[in-house]
């Protein structure tokens, strides 16, 4: 009989990388969220051929934004369901161990948890570059611009606020304050992107680790059934 080991250990410190990851995730969601509620609004000075400047919405009128609401609910539920929730269950499941040497039922619930937690960051991680790549590849015509000064927002395009702020930087801006400003809160729109993709790995990797663990359990029960109640030969 192979002498197997309790994955626990790994669970637990993969739970903890997730967790890690889910904040940071979180976090630069809700950065985004505050930057497109005040800041982002501008309204923006840009120059225009004539030499002088008009306004430009700090918003268009068609901003995407659920790609961030799925992405900021994948994070949240990482965060609170799978790694809160993982700590309650893996004490759990330890005490159960020791106390009972079997399995508690919290664990295959939370085990459930961590397969969609794991879904909805796969939905999260797809929409978001399905969206981003649908939405690039455009720029903000200037005619059309000047011609829709704020408070008007541009009404051309569907745009994701990556996209959209990445458009912006492209336009002469007048104030190298609102280029330098746009430009830093970009980076943190790009970044909570990318940061889908770790998200994603680690949410499959403690997915991976949680199956073994309960195929390892109950193989186990199987194995100690056969020990109490042997199944003898027929004579
Ligand atoms: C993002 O925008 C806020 C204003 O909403 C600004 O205070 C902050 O410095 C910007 N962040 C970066 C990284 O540039």
Same mark, same amino acid.
């Given at each position: 009989m192979a002498f197997s080991l309790s994955l626990l250990l790994p669970i637990g410190l993969t739970t903890f990388l997730l967790a890690v990851d889910?904040?940071?995730? &979180? $976090? *630069?969601?809700s950065s985004m969220v505050a930057?497109?509620?005040?800041?982002?609004? $501008?309204?923006f000075p840009v120059a225009n051929p004539a030499g002088s400047y008009f306004l430009l919405a700090g918003e268009p009128a068609n901003l995407v934004t659920d790609q961030g609401h799925t992405t900021n609910a994948a994070g949240g539920t990482a965060l609170v369901l &799978?790694?809160? $929730? $993982?700590?309650?269950?893996?004490? *759990?499941?330890?005490?159960?161990r020791k106390k009972r040497d079997s399995s508690s039922p919290v664990f295959y619930l939370w085990a459930l948890i961590v397969l969609l937690s794991w879904? *909805?960051?796969l939905v999260a991680l797809i929409y978001t570059f399905v969206e981003t790549s649908k939405t690039g590849n455009q720029f903000i015509d200037l005619a059309v611009a000047e011609a829709n000064p704020a408070p008007v927002k541009y009404p051309d395009n569907r745009w994701t606020p990556e996209n959209w702020y990445s458009a912006v930087l492209d336009l002469p801006l007048v104030r190298d304050n609102n280029r330098r400003i746009i430009s830093g809160n970009l980076t943190i729109m790009r970044a909570w992107r990318w940061n889908l993709i770790p998200l994603f790995i680690l949410g499959f990797v403690l997915l991976a680790l %949680?199956? *073994?663990e309960v195929l390892r359990v109950r193989?186990?029960?199987?194995?100690?059934?056969? %020990? &109490?109640?042997? &199944?003898l030969p027929s004579k």
């Open positions: 889910a904040a940071i995730s &979180v $976090g *630069l969601v930057f497109l509620h005040h800041y982002g609004r $501008g309204p &799978v790694a809160f $929730g $993982g700590m309650i269950a893996l004490w *759990l499941e330890r005490r159960s879904l *909805l960051t %949680v199956a *073994l193989r186990k029960d199987t194995q100690r059934i056969e %020990v &109490v109640n042997p &199944v």
